[in-house]
């Protein structure tokens, strides 16, 4: 069972950055498709980036230009890099394989507020 650790969530102010990380447990992480994804109050959880094991890369139509999704394979982590923060990007952000099919970690508060 994969074990996903997320962190660097946080408070900004609309137009700003922050870096959220994802360590993962296991050692056949490079061959994993990994994905971002959020949860906003009172909505289902969505995808909103994921990569391949290769980097290729895929953005939902709400981030794409924004954010930007790397993977560290020797240290078994996944990076999304936020930029231009809206206030809807609000959400709790968990990191997953695409298909989610591990257990959901803790999540990380982003919250985008002035």
């Known amino acids: 069972q994969v074990q996903l650790v997320e962190s660097g969530g946080g408070l900004v102010q609309p137009g700003g950055s922050l870096r959220l990380s994802c360590a993962a447990s296991?050692?056949?992480?490079?061959?994993?498709?990994m994905g971002w994804y959020r949860q906003a109050p009172g909505k289902q959880r969505e995808l909103v980036a994921f990569?391949?094991?290769?980097?290729?890369?895929n953005y939902s139509d709400s981030v794409k230009g924004r954010f930007a999704i790397s993977r560290d394979n020797a240290k078994n982590t996944v990076y999304l890099q936020m930029n231009s923060l809206k206030l809807e990007d609000t959400a709790v952000y968990y990191c997953?394989?695409?298909?989610?099919?591990?257990?959901w970690g803790q999540g990380t508060q982003v919250t985008v507020s002035s």
């Open positions: 296991v050692s056949v992480f490079s061959i994993r498709v």
């Open positions: 997953n394989t695409n298909p989610a099919l591990s257990s």
């Open positions: 990569i391949t094991s290769s980097s290729s890369t």
